[in-house]
């Protein structure tokens, strides 16, 4: 059986948002690729000391019981365009 993205976006809607939400975050899924789920998180959460934690215990834990063909879930991990256009502007003292 194929999984679609739509698949993996309900489970967690249902299962993984509200958590993340309560925290001021989200995920987002970059892709899929040979049952391999690459994800990031947004808002508070990314960046979060507890990010990897998140990843194991809440998005890897109910992604892998809905989808048991998934292998691995890995966390990819941005700094936030905004916040390194601060920085530049810190540097450059203009704030």
Same mark, same amino acid.
């Given at each position: 059986?194929d999984?679609?993205?739509n698949?993996?976006?309900?489970? *967690?809607?249902? /299962?993984v948002?509200?958590?993340?939400? @309560? $925290?001021?975050?989200?995920?987002i899924v970059q892709? =899929?690729e040979?049952?391999v789920l690459?994800v990031? *998180?947004?808002? /508070?959460?990314s960046?979060?000391?507890a @990010? $990897?934690?998140t990843?194991e215990?809440?998005?890897? =834990?109910?992604?892998?019981?809905a989808?048991p063909?998934?292998?691995d879930?890995?966390?990819?991990?941005?700094?936030?365009?905004?916040?390194?256009?601060?920085?530049?502007?810190i540097?450059n003292?203009?704030l």
């Amino acid at each position: 059986m194929d999984i679609t993205l739509n698949q993996i976006e309900s489970v *967690l809607d249902a /299962k993984v948002r509200p958590s993340l939400a @309560a $925290h001021g975050g989200d995920v987002i899924v970059q892709g =899929l690729e040979d049952d391999v789920l690459k994800v990031r *998180l947004t808002g /508070k959460c990314s960046g979060c000391p507890a @990010a $990897h934690s998140t990843n194991e215990e809440l998005i890897s =834990l109910e992604i892998c019981q809905a989808f048991p063909t998934i292998r691995d879930i890995i966390l990819v991990e941005e700094t936030n365009p905004e916040l390194i256009n601060m920085a530049h502007k810190i540097l450059n003292h203009q704030l």
